[in-house]
């Protein structure tokens, strides 16, 4: 028993420390492709666009300033409920994903085309979120309802 507490420790303490080496590109990356992967190439560049315009709106219900604890905040985006990391199940599409999220990474607000939209949710949900309430819908691309907070 003594044994299996043990390895049961030492793999955990594994997955904290790939999680952790992970840089916020990467999170960003994989943000977007657990996120929008199966949505047009608009509906990912948007994804990525609300979760630099909540890291820049700096609020610690949001996780803060940085990328990466936007992303992984609890309950924030779905994709990292109760995961350490996103499995990427298919590399092309997480390639150009990647890609997508490079050029946004670095990019000034000016170039934001949502005009500083920081909620989205799938169309798919069978009940809306209570916080579109405080929120004015801006746009639908594919399956997600893209918001700006009022």
Not at 82 to 87: Q, R, V, Y
């Amino acid at each position: 028993m003594r044994s299996f507490v043990i390895t049961a420790v030492l793999i955990s303490a594994m997955y904290v420390a790939v999680t952790e080496a992970l840089t916020d590109r990467e999170i960003f990356a994989k943000t977007i492709y657990g996120e929008a992967r199966g949505e047009p190439v608009e509906g990912q560049r948007w994804v990525a666009w609300v979760i630099k315009n909540r890291a820049r709106a700096n609020k610690s219900y949001w996780g803060g300033s940085v990328i990466g604890d936007v992303c992984r905040k609890r309950l924030q985006f779905s994709s990292w409920n109760g995961k350490t990391d996103i499995a990427i199940g298919d590399p092309s599409t997480f390639q150009k994903i990647l890609q997508l999220a490079n050029s946004i990474y670095d990019a000034p607000a000016s170039e934001d085309p949502t005009g500083g939209c920081d909620h989205f949710h799938s169309k798919k949900m069978k009940k809306y979120p209570s916080w579109i309430r405080n929120c004015k819908e801006v746009k639908t691309i594919g399956n997600h309802i893209f918001y700006k907070s009022v």
